[in-house]
């Protein structure tokens, strides 16, 4: 024994995971109080640590969870039938996504309990990096019963949201940090203040994805259902079975204890609806993976990606005839499909390691990701761009 966590990887052989990834995975198990891990087949190298897994530990370690506090994926579903959408008009209202939302950020905030901040301004905004807003019908429904169950509709659109809580998440990690707190005990008074800006973080990330997708709504001109919202990036505090309260960290992990989990693909892929499996193995750590997982990092993408004037046409369609908005020559390279795993060996191992089974797949009609660049003068990007992969 090395002292370190055991780890738990639900990947089969055939999935490609990079090897700094795994020598994340074990820097993680040997973090202090950490006494176990569980590895997703979407795992890759982050920033502070990989992201595809979820981490039990005595203590809170506010790295593991990121700058993107609350990131997450959110399902809605568009009372207007798929076909109906004229795409071409479509993503031309869609790109008033790029501007500020001209709601009542303060009223939508207190409506939801939350407490105004100075990041409230963002509400409503995708942000850089990974995240999107994508219009989406439903391909094939596979578990009709919970298909049912959540009120799946074949022939209407859908919109799937990820999105977090922008600079409010960004603002709390860089606090703790410059703090120096690498962990905190769970139930010190540092521990406290970290989880309450924490929790009202993962909430704003929630109304965050709610706001957007209700504008997506307002662009094809039909009403809104919430379908399901799960965020990916956090941390909650429950007891073990010996009574002892731990901390079960998601990094680029979805919650597998609370409705269906939708899985992503690429922009050029299909995306998944599952649903857990009340037995599935209690190593998992009651995660799931979040998406696909990236294969290639996000620098070498412009050594494989041609962005020239040429390849533009080319880049903003995906194989199911849909649409790609996105205005930065940088991110269309960056978030190509070709950077991605296969999502289907991801949902594979998903379905071999007896963790899920599909209730429906997506077909992508829309992604939007920005209309403009968002690379000014300078060549810095907003906060928006983030270490978290879809």
């Not at 207190?110 to 439903?138: R, V």
């Not at 578990?143 to 999105?163: F, T």
């Not at 997506?216 to 909650?236: C, K, Q, S, W």
Request: net charge neutral; charged share 25%; proline share 5%.
């Amino acid at each position: 024994m090395d002292g370190r966590a055991p780890i738990h990887i639900f990947a089969s052989s055939r999935s490609w995971i990079e090897g700094n990834a795994t020598l994340q995975l074990e820097h993680v198990a040997g973090l202090p109080g950490v006494r176990a891990v569980a590895a997703m087949p979407d795992l890759h190298p982050g920033k502070y640590g990989p992201v595809g897994c979820a981490i039990l530990s005595e203590r809170i370690h506010p790295q593991l969870v990121g700058s993107d506090i609350g990131c997450g994926m959110g399902l809605f579903e568009l009372g207007v039938a798929a076909r109906k959408l004229r795409l071409d008009h479509l993503a031309e209202r869609m790109h008033d996504l790029d501007q500020p939302w001209d709601g009542d950020a303060k009223s939508a905030a207190a409506n939801d309990g939350l407490d105004a901040t100075t990041f409230d301004a963002a509400l409503g905004s995708i942000g850089g990096g990974n995240h999107f807003c994508e219009i989406q019908a439903i391909d094939d429904i596979l578990a009709p019963d919970a298909a049912a169950r959540a009120g799946l509709e074949r022939s209407l659109a859908y919109v799937l949201v990820h999105s977090g809580s922008r600079g409010l998440g960004f603002s709390i990690l860089e606090r703790a940090l410059r703090d120096g707190y690498d962990s905190l005990t769970i139930e010190s008074d540092e521990g406290h203040a970290y989880l309450a800006a924490h929790d009202h973080a993962v909430r704003w990330a929630k109304l965050n994805r709610r706001i957007i997708a209700e504008r997506a709504g307002i662009a094809a001109r039909a009403d809104l259902r919430p379908v399901g919202d799960l965020a990916h990036n956090m941390v909650e505090c429950r007891p073990s079975a010996a009574g002892e309260v731990m901390a079960l960290h998601r990094k680029g992990a979805a919650a597998a204890d609370r409705g269906l989990v939708p899985v992503p693909g690429s922009r050029g892929t299909l995306s998944y609806l599952v649903e857990p499996l009340a037995d599935m193995p209690a190593e998992a750590l009651a995660s799931l993976a979040h998406g696909a997982g990236r294969k290639y990092d996000r620098a070498s993408m412009h050594g494989r990606v041609r962005v020239k004037k040429s390849d533009i046409a080319r880049l903003e369609r995906n194989p199911f005839g849909g649409i790609v908005v996105c205005g930065d020559r940088g991110l269309l390279a960056e978030e190509a499909p070709d950077a991605y795993k296969s999502i289907e060996r991801v949902i594979g191992d998903l379905v071999e390691f007896g963790l899920v089974r599909v209730v429906a797949t997506f077909r992508p009609l829309l992604t939007f990701k920005k209309a403009q660049s968002s690379v000014p003068a300078s060549g810095k990007r907003d906060k928006g761009w983030k270490e978290d992969r879809r």
